[in-house]
Every structure is written in structure tokens, then in C-alpha cells.
């Protein structure tokens, strides 16, 4: 089933993260009297744990001057979710702190005390800004996206937030966590075992003893890994109804035709690769390699 795309109008929810109950109580009626809802947070902490439990369309946060830790929740927000759009609330004389939030990934700003007037309008903004399904795109047949990362772990899940939110927003809620969980074992398999040569048991030895980032470090520096990239491929095929992901990487590749025997009989432990396989196939069959290992090809259908 595809959800079905959300239009401009529709009401939308809101994160405001400020420590004024003045601007807190400004936007709160702004928006209900547009149909949109709010959820307030005091403090960038708060602010950032509510946004991960909420997942708000657009967030508003303060600079929290002086130690600026709104700036930190742009930054880390945008980090997580590129596309939401976010609104920095600054204060007058604020010119530096505005141009460092913008720069972090704030999409706007809105001085306060705040002006209705420059509230309606940055919103409106906001919301057209919000992304949308290539659904909504008439004449289009077909839509193909070309990237290129480098073997960074820490790199992997907001990579695979850019390809939800920029392939499969017309997907069903729950199908959507479905491929999040497996394009994140599949790209994550690329760069730990496939780029930088990981051993599952290294992996584990190392978290084990809290030397994981110190080990992912080594690896990237090393001559024979750094030059390594992961190569995405996303096509959205609107006329055929499918959704096909190509995940390669400059690896040495694995024998995947055991694991692929094997079907769904058992769930392979102490091998992530062999449970990144078990894992995507229970949610998408239609999973497939290269001879060599070092490519997987993922089908999604969308009717």
C-alpha cells in the first residue's frame, strides 16, 4: 500500500525548543489557529530527545545564548533529519549566533520578541519546503540518485535518512522502518566489511572494550583502505511501481551463495554480513549479489 502524499495544507506538528513561555504561547496560538499542533521543549537536551520520540515536520529551536547549545540542536537535528526544515529563534543583536545557526542547517530565523506577521511567513515557508513523494511530480516516470560515501560508520544513518526521505516518503509507515533497518545493515555491511575489511569478531572484540571508533580510525588511515568508497544507486520507478537500491563497495566481496541456500531456515550468528542477509530478506525478499559479492541489489515494490 502507498501512503499517499501529503499536501501543503495538511496540519503539521511542531517542536518549538525555547526557554520563554512567551514564545512558546506566540507560536502555540499561531499554529492552532492554522490547524497545526505543538510540542514544547525548555531545553536543547529535552529538545533533542523529543524530537527523536515525536519526529515533528518542523522544529523551531532558541540559541540558548551564551553557551549556544541551540546552535548545537540545529546541528545535530540536521544531522539526523537533512530534510526538517528548522527555524532558529534568535534575540536582537544576535547576528553572529543567526549566521552560525543558519550555517549549522537552520533553514530560517525569526527574531523575538516575535511579529506575526514574520512568524506566518517563515512557517508558510517551512511547510513548502517540507519534502515531498515523486508522486507529486506529474510527467515524471522515473527518478535515479547517484552517491558516493566514504567507509565512515558514523556516516551510514544519515545517509540512509537522505534515501527515505528522498525515494520511499510514499511508502507505508511501517514498510518505511522496514527498509531504514535494511538499507542501514546493507550500507553498514559495505563500509565495516566490505570497504574497511572488518572481521565480525574484531567488531565485537573492540565495542567490547570501547575501542570500536579507535579501530575505524586505523582502518581509514590505512594505505590499503582509504581510498575505498561506497556506491549507492537509488532508482524510483513511478511507471513500473518498483524501488531498487545498488549498494557496491571496493571490497574484496563475500561467498553469499551459502547464506542464500540457506533461505530462512535459521538466523547465522557471530557473521554480521550473514545476519545483515537474514535480516533484509525477511522484510524483502527480493534480494540479490554480484558473483563477486561486493554489490547487492535490493527491490522494493511499491503497489
Known sequence: MIAMPRSRTEARTLLVVAGDPATHSMILEHASE??????????PALGLSTFEMTQPDIVFVDVFLPEQDGIVLVKQIHERRPTCPIVLLTGAGQVESTMEGLRAGALDYVPQPIDGGVLAHVLQQAIHRLPTTVDDAAGIERLEYHLVMVPDPGAVESTVAWLIQG??????????????????????????????????????????????????????????????????????????????YQIADEGQGFNWKP?????????????????????????????????????????????
Open 34 to 43: 492554522r490547524g497545526h499542533s505543538v510540542i514544547s521543549a525548555s531545553t
Open 259 to 303: 547464506r542464500a541456500n540457506a533461505g530462512l531456515e535459521a538466523c547465522p550468528t557471530g557473521d554480521a554480513s550473514g545476519r545483515g542477509v537474514f535480516l533484509v530478506r525477511s522484510f524483502f525478499p527480493d534480494l540479490s549479489y554480484n558473483e563477486r559479492g561486493n554489490e547487492v541489489r535490493l527491490t522494493v515494490p511499491l503497489g
Open 167 to 244: 525515494t520511499a516518503m510514499g511508502l507505508a509507515e511501517a514498510r518505511q522502518l522496514h527498509l531504514r533497518s535494511a538499507l542501514q545493515e546493507l550500507i553498514m555491511n559495505a563500509v565495516e566489511h566490505g570497504c574497511l575489511e572488518l572481521r565480525y569478531r574484531d567488531k565485537i572484540e573492540a565495542m567490547a572494550n570501547d575501542r570500536y571508533e579507535e579501530l575505524i580510525q586505523q582502518r581509514a588511515q590505512d594505505a590499503r583502505f582509504r581510498d575505498r568508497r561506497v556506491t549507492i544507486r537509488a532508482i524510483y520507478d513511478k511507471k513500473q511501481q518498483i524501488l531498487t
